[in-house]
């Protein structure tokens, strides 16, 4: 017998680990399972087997009915193993995947808590706006600076429910409509958020949360600026 790399000898590995192949033979599937990473785990995971067949009881062999041990009975067993190492697979990558699902969301929560920590303890300039809030617990405070081109508001917020979207805008002077400033997701505890309009600032009268359908959550009324 000679073998290619590419030729797989699965039907002969049963009698190579019982040591039943003529030298030949033998030396040809060594020569194979060097190079052939299947073959080779098939012929350890047949390597218990053979090891057992010494434990079975003589006096039976050759009673029962049935049909011999065949190539039909090895490809059954070579079978079975791959069912079953392809089910150790599928879990491993299922566990894989939960894996990377949980550090994804570590990632998420460490993203809110850097933005929580970072939240300036004393304001660097601008006016503080206590804001005034329509639910009970619910407690915020925003610092108004102005830019050249925009209006820049530092948000510290507390008490609004986890999970919940919510805008936040500037009300202008005279026409009462809402520039919008952006949106964020509630958290437990505090957050802090920063946040940019091109509303000019001597064109805000306040500055407010509301949910996505337009309820106002709390608001607070930015002073007018005083003339230079």
């Excluded at 009975?73 to 697979?89: A, K, N, T, W």
């Excluded at 405070?141 to 805008?167: F, I, K, R």
């Amino acid at each position: 017998m000679t073998s290619r790399p590419d030729d797989h000898v699965r039907l002969l590995l049963g009698a190579y680990v019982l040591g039943h192949l003529e030298p030949d033979e033998a030396a040809a599937v060594r020569g194979h399972l060097d190079v052939c990473r299947t073959c080779r785990r098939d012929a350890s995971e047949l390597a218990p087997v053979a090891d057992l067949l010494p434990l079975a009881d003589p006096e039976r062999i050759g009673t029962t009915d049935g049909p011999d041990p065949s190539h039909e009975m090895l490809d059954e067993v070579l079978g079975r193993i791959e069912r079953e190492r392809h089910e150790r697979d599928r879990s491993r990558r299922r566990s894989i995947l939960a894996r990377v699902s949980l550090v994804a969301a570590a990632l998420a929560i460490v993203t809110v808590v850097a933005a929580v920590v970072s939240a300036p303890t004393e304001p660097a300039g601008g006016e503080v706006v206590a804001m005034v809030a329509a639910q009970p617990g619910v407690v915020g405070e925003a610092v108004v600076h102005e830019d050249p081109q925009s209006t820049w508001v530092e948000l510290t917020t507390s008490g609004l429910a986890a999970g919940e979207t919510y805008a936040v805008w500037l009300e202008e002077v005279g026409t009462g409509a809402r520039a919008p400033l952006g949106s964020f997701v509630g958290v437990e505890g505090n957050l802090y958020i920063s946040l940019y309009s091109t509303l000019p600032r001597e064109r805000a009268a306040s500055v407010g949360v509301s949910t996505p359908d337009g309820d106002t959550v709390m608001e607070g009324t930015i002073p007018a600026p005083t003339a230079s």
